[in-house]
C-alpha cells in the first residue's frame, strides 16, 4: 500500500529515542525511506552523503545544534528542504531559523499528522517548482 510519502527520503534529526522513533515509524507507515540522526554533526553528513529530500531537524541537539546544522544544510544548490521543530516558543528564533532558509518551523509538542501534512505540502511545492 502507498502512503503520501512513498520513496521519499526524508531525515529526521532529534536527540529524544522516543520522538524519534514515533516520527521515524510514522513516516515510514507513509511509505517514506526514512534515515535518522540523534545529534547535528551527524545530520549534517548524513545529508551531505545520503541527499534526503526533506530534513525534520530539532532545535536543541547535542554536538551541534539545529540552527548550525541547519546553516550547513541549506545554502547549496540542492539542500534539502527542512523543517525545524522546537520547544522554543520566542519569535527571534523562529525568524533567526527563517533567515538561515528554513522552510517550515513547527512548535513542540507537535502532533505526528501535521508533521507528515507538512512534509506533504513542502515536497509538492518543490516538485510544482522543479
Known amino acids: 500500500m502507498g502512503g503520501?510519502?512513498?520513496?521519499?527520503?526524508?531525515l529526521i534529526v532529534d536527540d529524544d529515542r522516543d520522538v524519534l522513533e514515533a516520527?521515524?515509524?510514522?513516516?515510514?507507515s507513509e511509505g517514506?525511506?526514512?534515515?535518522?540522526?540523534?545529534?547535528g554533526n551527524d545530520a549534517v553528513k548524513k545529508?551531505?552523503?545520503e541527499s534526503p529530500e526533506l530534513v525534520i531537524l530539532d532545535m536543541m541537539l547535542p554536538g551541534r545544534s539545529?540552527?548550525?546544522a541547519l546553516e550547513k544544510i541549506k545554502g547549496r544548490e540542492d539542500s534539502p528542504l527542512v523543517i525545524?521543530?522546537?520547544a522554543n516558543e520566542g519569535k527571534r528564533h523562529k525568524a533567526y531559523a527563517e533567515s538561515l532558509g528554513v522552510d517550515g518551523y513547527v512548535q513542540k509538542p507537535v502532533p505526528l499528522e501535521f508533521l507528515?501534512?507538512?512534509?506533504v505540502?513542502?515536497?509538492a511545492r518543490r516538485d510544482e517548482g522543479a
Do not use: H, N, P, Y
Not at 32 to 39: I, N, P, Q, Y
Not at 116 to 119: N, S
Open 4 to 10: 503520501r510519502l512513498t520513496d521519499r527520503k526524508v
Open 23 to 28: 516520527v521515524d515509524a510514522a513516516f515510514q
Open 32 to 39: 517514506a525511506l526514512t534515515l535518522v540522526s540523534m545529534d
Open 47 to 49: 545529508c551531505l552523503e
Open 66 to 68: 539545529g540552527f548550525l
Open 84 to 86: 525545524m521543530v522546537t
Open 116 to 119: 507528515i501534512e507538512e512534509t
Open 121 to 123: 505540502k513542502l515536497l
